[in-house]
């Protein structure tokens, strides 16, 4: 059976709460970073995120589980590859952003919000969410203003954790109101 776009979306959309446990789980991997360029250096911010980055899937994947969704999408799902094809992008740009930081640590932060940025717009077709647009676009939009400002660790490091907390409870909340609709 050939499972149409918008069925792949809605199975997404079911299996990881509409992606906002991942969204909250990388605000805490931001809010993370930021109080280790607040408290230690902004070198071990930069490390702080890399590694808090490692974690993003499965604290979401736990979050999917405690608030009830199943973690997962159904065996068949096209969009289960673009889903893959999105990290490795993602985890291919990371060198790009550590070596940047190398040269010029105060741009590490609003690097990794516009890598970030460009994969969440990759989500608006995994979920179907315009949302994902809007947040894609807030943090790409956050790192190219910060980038100039030569902002510190900790204020990059903070904004990227402000944005996806914020959009991350509201997709909770957009997920919350798409399951009663469907009722």
Same mark, same amino acid.
Request: net charge positive; charged share 10%.
């Given at each position: 059976?050939?499972?149409?776009?918008?069925?792949?979306?809605?199975?997404?959309?079911?299996?990881?709460?509409?992606?906002?446990?991942?969204?909250?789980?990388?605000?805490?991997?931001?809010?993370?970073?930021?109080?280790?360029?607040?408290?230690?250096?902004?070198?071990?911010?930069?490390?702080?995120?890399?590694?808090?980055?490692?974690?993003?899937?499965?604290?979401?994947?736990? #979050?999917?589980?405690? @608030?009830?969704?199943? !973690?997962?999408?159904?065996?068949?799902?096209?969009?289960?590859?673009? *889903? $893959? %094809?999105?990290?490795?992008?993602?985890?291919?740009?990371?060198?790009?952003?550590?070596?940047?930081?190398?040269?010029?640590?105060?741009?590490?932060?609003?690097?990794?919000?516009?890598?970030?940025?460009?994969?969440?717009?990759?989500?608006?077709?995994?979920y179907g969410m315009r949302l994902y647009w809007v #947040?894609?676009?807030? @943090?790409?939009?956050? !790192?190219?203003?910060?980038?100039?400002?030569?902002?510190?660790?900790? *204020? $990059? %490091?903070?904004?990227?954790?402000?944005?996806?907390?914020?959009?991350?409870?509201?997709?909770?909340?957009?997920?919350?109101?798409?399951?009663?609709?469907?009722?």
């Amino acid at each position: 059976m050939t499972m149409t776009v918008a069925h792949a979306q809605s199975d997404m959309r079911q299996g990881y709460y509409s992606g906002a446990t991942g969204i909250l789980a990388s605000a805490l991997a931001w809010f993370v970073a930021a109080g280790v360029a607040l408290l230690a250096s902004p070198e071990k911010a930069v490390w702080a995120l890399l590694v808090g980055g490692v974690f993003i899937h499965p604290v979401g994947l736990l #979050l999917c589980k405690l @608030l009830g969704s199943r !973690g997962g999408h159904e065996k068949g799902n096209p969009l289960g590859l673009l *889903a $893959g %094809a999105s990290t490795f992008w993602l985890i291919f740009c990371l060198p790009i952003a550590y070596l940047l930081s190398t040269r010029q640590p105060s741009l590490f932060f609003p690097a990794m919000l516009l890598i970030i940025g460009g994969r969440y717009l990759v989500f608006a077709t995994l979920y179907g969410m315009r949302l994902y647009w809007v #947040l894609g676009l807030a @943090l790409a939009g956050t !790192g190219m203003v910060l980038a100039p400002l030569n902002a510190t660790a900790f *204020a $990059g %490091a903070l904004a990227g954790a402000v944005v996806e907390a914020v959009f991350g409870i509201i997709c909770l909340a957009s997920h919350r109101q798409w399951v009663r609709s469907a009722r």
